[in-house]
């Protein structure tokens, strides 16, 4: 079966959020530019020989980031298509290629090298199948754009001789600023008759995931457009202390707009692809051309604003900032987001900005916010019309969080002249200890104190959304875990070895451990659907195993698992253990029915599952070095009784 692998480039980019601009990186120059280093010259090898014969494809078997050939009659019959490929990212920086068969090549020959299958091949090269080459055969670093030799390593199968490992291992700085999918693969020429050869050829697609968009110090901004490279807009900061911006859009981008160097795009657009474009004098009076700088015109460039001319007001470039304007006419939030700001552990601040004639804040205790999800008689949590928003909850309680947090007025402009409106604005700041672990929502807002509640106009209410943390895995095996809608991109991996023999897993308030009988059961690894649990003994991959190895402060939130050193299995197995979200909603209480009309301002926060795999490494040569340890030791303990006996 021949596939096809089409590379996906996303043309469009991300906008960098500055104190005082707008300024992006666009994708619009990459197109289908994956591949633009030139293919190596034609090499003599095995590719070369006899390719007269037929070639018969053998699908790959796919686990985890291997990726598995097996050219013998009962392993071919075994394979499947299922997962389609391996996938290298940030948190994944490794892929395996294993190869049986009695007489085994690489496809390509070079190690240093792979097949754009967004390149015609030429003929002899990259073929897996068919007449047709499957791409061009090129430099995996010049693919990657990456100035790192990157090549697979080949590793040393002594014990079997018709099986060979090949493996790739990246580094982040290797990922490149656009998706890739490149093919590599193996081939197996086995002579059947005198003078006739059947090939028989396994083709594996391999995706890389391009790096995510990123500020370093310095306010230096780097840019990348793969498909998950932007998931929000980045947050800058200008001030007197650090008072430079660089853009860097690199080889497959473009500054955007084209005229930054007098223009940017208006902050309160709420469609991001879309750019009005406006002049810099109108936020910094004293703007001039000369304050951009750069080493190339379209592709990097550096803002620095004098010291002396930093504006007398905050202003806005592109960020998590909500606008009311209180003025008797349509008053809703103008935010880049609809009538949302998005709090995450990549933004962790918000600002609501409104003006009016005599502004309050609701609610108005800077602690609290209003939990749409709750309801509560009163007037605390009424934004809008005469019926409550939601219950007045403490934000700290909501977030989960044991600091102390709340929003900050931070700006109040007087009216400078009778009848003109005042602007006041308040700002949340969050650490990354206060991120929850279930995605959260809640309602802020602020009111004109001078005009009835009937008055159009006159009140504006903003949601704001809060992304749940990622699960991740910490020193000694603990495992935090977190349920948001993108906190578990994929399962997390954990190895257990005689030095590291412990697991700790930490389900938090909102969730519990998985499966229920954790103890004594765990969930099969090659389970296809994550979301099932087909549960097995541990005694069938860890003979020795006892309940007591689980030890635990809270028998359904928080569990800790002990190997004693010396009942590590003979070979490395593998289970499935995790956590769950608890019954309970994200907001970390049970539902409560509300009455009226929702008005659109929550949404439904969607959980995902945070699924451990857990690798047992092989104890055989810690037990080996104990025996050894323990014959000497005995060995001496003889020879001192002999001569003791002397």
Not at 172 to 180: F, H, M, N, Q, T
Not at 294 to 310: R, Y
Not at 329 to 356: D, E, F, K, R
Not at 423 to 438: F, H, N, R, S
């Amino acid at each position: 079966m021949v596939r096809t692998v089409n590379l996906e480039q996303r043309c469009g980019g991300f906008r960098s959020t500055a104190r005082k601009l707008i300024a992006v990186c666009m994708g619009g120059a990459l197109l289908l530019s994956s591949g633009q280093a030139g293919a190596d010259q034609p090499r003599e090898g095995l590719l070369r020989r006899s390719l007269s014969g037929p070639i018969d494809s053998v699908e790959p078997l796919f686990k985890n980031a291997v990726a598995t050939c097996d050219f013998t009659g009962e392993g071919a019959a075994a394979a499947t298509a299922a997962g389609a490929s391996l996938t290298l990212s940030q948190k994944s920086l490794t892929s395996t290629l294993v190869c049986t068969a009695e007489n085994i090549a690489m496809i390509p020959e070079s190690l240093a090298s792979v097949c754009d299958p967004s390149q015609a091949g030429q003929s002899g090269k990259c073929q897996f199948d068919g007449s047709q080459p499957g791409g061009n055969e090129v430099k995996l670093k010049d693919l990657l754009g990456t100035n790192r030799d990157v090549h697979w390593t080949q590793r040393d199968e002594k014990a079997v001789a018709t099986t060979q490992t090949w493996m790739l291992q990246l580094e982040e700085a290797d990922l490149p600023l656009s998706d890739k999918s490149f093919l590599v693969g193996c081939q197996d020429s086995t002579a059947s008759v005198p003078g006739l050869v059947t090939k028989k050829a396994c083709k594996v697609p391999v995706n890389v995931e391009a790096r995510p968009s990123a500020v370093g110090e310095n306010n230096l901004v780097t840019c990348a457009y793969g498909k998950n490279s932007n998931p929000a807009p980045l947050m800058v900061e200008m001030t007197t202390e650090n008072n430079t911006l660089t853009l860097q859009c690199g080889s497959e981008g473009i500054l955007h707009p084209t005229t930054y160097e007098t223009r940017y795009c208006d902050p309160e657009e709420a469609d991001l692809k879309k750019c009005n474009e406006k002049d810099y004098v109108g936020i910094l009076p004293s703007f001039v051309e000369s304050w951009w700088t750069n080493a190339d015109a379209k592709t990097s460039a550096t803002l620095t604003i004098p010291v002396t001319e930093f504006p007398e007001s905050e202003q806005k470039f592109r960020g998590a900032v909500a606008t009311c304007t209180l003025t008797g006419a349509a008053a809703a939030a103008s935010t880049p987001a609809a009538t949302s700001l998005t709090l995450s552990q990549q933004s962790l601040s918000a600002t609501l900005v409104c003006t009016g004639t005599q502004i309050k804040k609701v609610p108005a205790s800077l602690k609290h916010v209003c939990d749409p999800k709750q309801t509560q008689k009163g007037t605390n949590c009424e934004i809008e019309g005469s019926q409550s928003d939601g219950k007045e909850v403490e934000l700290k309680d909501l977030l989960g969080t044991n600091r102390d947090v709340q929003w900050k007025e931070i700006q109040q402009v007087p009216k400078s002249q009778k009848n003109a409106d005042g602007t006041k604005t308040w700002t949340l700041q969050l650490e990354d200890a206060d991120i929850p672990v279930t995605d959260k929502s809640f309602l802020v807002g602020c009111q004109d104190s001078t005009a009835s509640k009937q008055t159009q106009g006159t009140a504006c209410k903003v949601t704001v959304n809060v992304e749940a943390r990622a699960s991740a895995v910490g020193e000694n095996n603990l495992v935090a875990c977190a349920y948001g809608k993108n906190s578990n991109p994929a399962p997390l991996k954990v190895e257990m070895t005689t030095e590291n023999n412990t697991l700790t897993l930490q389900c938090g308030s909102e969730g519990i451990l998985h499966p229920t009988t954790y103890e004594t059961r765990y969930c099969d690894p090659e389970e296809a659907d994550l979301k099932k649990c087909n549960e097995k003994d541990y005694v069938g991959i860890l003979p020795s195993f006892v309940e007591s190895w689980w030890t635990n402060a809270d028998a359904k939130t928080s569990a800790t698992l002990t190997i004693p050193v010396t009942e590590f299995p003979e070979s490395e197995q593998k289970f499935r253990v995790g956590c769950v979200p608890n019954t309970t909603n994200s907001q970390g209480h049970q539902p409560e029915e509300k009455t009226g009309e929702n008005n659109g301002s929550e949404t439904d926060a969607t959980t995902s599952n945070c699924n451990v795999i857990v690798t047992v490494k092989s104890g055989s040569s810690a037990s080996s070095t104990g025996q050894m340890v323990a014959t000497v030791s005995g060995a001496a303990a003889l020879l001192g009784l002999l001569v003791g006996s002397l």
